[in-house]
């Protein structure tokens, strides 16, 4: 075979796994976007600002947190010294 016939072969490879892949992933989006609408369909109402609102106080880290991330470091230190 000539350099000619393999490039045109090479080339009709390449251009029949493009269009596959590019089929394929058209596909996917179809079925994604279909399965979220689907899905939002199904899912429960909207809750309202009131009860999105988590029941506890979130004001920054809790000092038990603190505590212990403070013993760890403290244990890592002493232990790789």
């Known amino acids: 075979m000539d350099i000619g016939a393999l490039l045109t072969t090479a ?3 390449m251009l ?3 269009v596959g892949v ?3 992933l058209s596909l996917l989006i179809g079925a994604v976007t279909l399965m979220s609408k689907l899905a939002s369909k199904f899912s429960q109402p909207e809750l ?3 009860q999105r609102t988590p029941s506890f106080k979130s004001q920054g880290v809790p000092n038990e947190h603190i505590a212990a991330i403070s013993a760890a470091i403290a244990q890592y230190k002493t232990n790789n010294n």
């Open 22 to 24: 590019f089929v394929f």
């Open 48 to 50: 309202e600002a009131s």
């Open 16 to 18: 029949t796994g493009m």
């Open 11 to 13: 080339g009709n490879l």
